[in-house]
Structure formats: C-alpha cells, structure tokens
C-alpha cells in the first residue's frame, strides 16, 4: 500500500501474536475515532477513497449527491455545455429546464464564450496573469486556467466553489493533473 496518497491517514499491517500478518489498518491523523480496516490492501485502499470522496474537509457528502442519483447544478451547467461529468438526472433536470426556458443551454455555451472571450484579453492586451475564478463549476471546455495559459503560459489561477461535489471533482482531476 503506497501511504503517501493517503497523507491524513496512519496505515499498516495488524498482526497477530503469532507474527502473522492479520489486516490492514488505517487510522485518521486528525481523528483518532476514524478506523478502517479490510483483509488486503486492495479493499482497504477502496475504502479510503469512498471515505475521502464522501468527507471533504469536515464535510460529509449525501451519498447521492456523489453518486449522481440526484442532479446538481454544477453537473447541468456541465450537460447544458455538452460535457462529460453528468448523470442521468443531470440531464433530465437540464431538460425539465430547457422546457420551461428552450434557451437555456445557449446562454450556458454564450456564457462560456464571453468567459473565454473576457480571459484572453485580460491574459494578453490587458497583461494580467493572475485570476480568481469564483462558482468556477466543473471543468468542461475552456476553462480559465486553459485560456489564460494558451494566451500567457505564466499565468495563474485560482479556482473557488462551495459545492462539495465540484470540490470532489477537481481533487480527483488535481490527483492526476500535473501542474
């Protein structure tokens, strides 16, 4: 098991009084009540993740809103742009919405098009390097770190939302990403 991926989390091997090696143990550095356990490292590390994926600093996410079996907002505005992170009921929200204003997925693309637009101008004739993108969502497609990078490779961003799920998300996307 590779602890370093698990750095809040204190793991190892159980052992009997025989010297045999029983279970893999993990328990939580900053909770001492938080205990996992499991007959081989593969579980355990399974565990761990639906464990860190469900408890995002302290918040405990609904088990659905993680599943994907209710809608989120973050995921509409993600369907309504013709990305990928979307549930079934995602869509189907984002439907029921389009009913009732056929216009919506438009303004959801026009204003990810005035967001590029507004970037690569700041990034390139206006020279500003560094953004704040608050209720940044999740990322779909020309996203303000890709824009500004393409106009200026020094540039910086900061990405800001309350929704836990849009925070699972980008942790999962920062575990793989390599800036």
């Known amino acids: 098991m590779q602890a370093e991926y698990f750095e809040r989390w204190n793991i190892w091997r159980d052992q009997k009084p025989s010297g045999i090696h029983q279970e893999w143990v993990a328990q939580r550095l900053d909770n001492e009540e938080v205990k996992l356990s499991a007959p081989n490292s593969d579980i355990l590390r399974a ?54 204003v056929p216009q919506m997925p438009l303004l959801a693309r026009q204003n990810r098009w005035f967001l590029g637009r507004a970037v690569k101008f700041l990034a390139g004739k206006a020279g500003i390097g560094r953004f704040l993108d608050i209720g940044s969502g999740l990322p779909t497609m020309n996203n303000v770190h890709e824009v500004a990078q393409a106009t200026r490779a020094d540039a910086e961003v900061v990405y800001v939302d309350n929704d836990p799920v849009v925070l699972a998300h980008a942790r999962a996307l920062l575990a793989t990403d390599r800036h």
């Open 47 to 100: 565990r761990l993740v639906e464990y860190e994926r469900r408890n995002i600093h302290g918040i405990v996410l609904p088990a659905d809103s993680v599943k994907a079996t209710m809608p989120n907002i973050a995921r509409v505005y993600d369907y309504w742009l013709g990305g990928k992170d979307n549930s079934a009921a995602d869509r189907e929200m984002g439907d029921r919405v389009k009913a009732v």
